[in-house]
């Protein structure tokens, strides 16, 4: 059984989504750059911590460490001075803060992302 329609708490005009069970975090986009909010079918969950670098058109995704559900979010554009990014950044969930990962190897907007098998793969985009 669903939920009715609901409204969500940020924008999330070029946001990134990662599935989590019964539940959706939202990460980004170009109106709140750093936010990261969970979902469900009833709405609004929780806000997760902020990202450190604001971003928009990137990529996210999810693989397991010791059973912890890690987020990973990758390159994508800065709103505010169009700058495109191939920082890195994880959470691990429970965490307080999100932490700089190794950055990829060339600046990437616009990437579709698959996480499969304990990885999360990029896939197109442009640099």
Excluded at 34 to 47: D, F, I, P, S, T
Excluded at 113 to 127: A, E, F, K, P
Aim: hydrophobic letters at 35%; glycine letters at 14%.
């Amino acid at each position: 059984s669903g939920g009715g329609n609901f409204s969500l708490v940020q924008h999330t005009r070029y946001a990134c989504a990662i599935a989590d069970k019964d539940s959706t975090i939202i990460t980004g986009g170009g109106d709140t750059m750093k936010v990261v909010a969970r979902y469900n079918l009833q709405g609004h969950v929780e806000n997760l911590p902020e990202m450190t670098q604001g971003r928009m058109l990137h990529g996210c995704g999810s693989y397991h460490s010791g059973g912890t559900m890690v987020l990973v979010v990758a390159g994508g554009q800065d709103y505010e001075f169009h700058d495109h990014l191939s920082s890195t950044e994880q959470l691990t969930m429970g965490g307080t803060a999100w932490t700089t990962a190794k950055s990829l190897p060339r600046k990437l907007y616009g990437v579709a992302t698959v996480s499969m098998n304990n990885q999360i793969y990029i896939l197109g985009g442009w640099d």
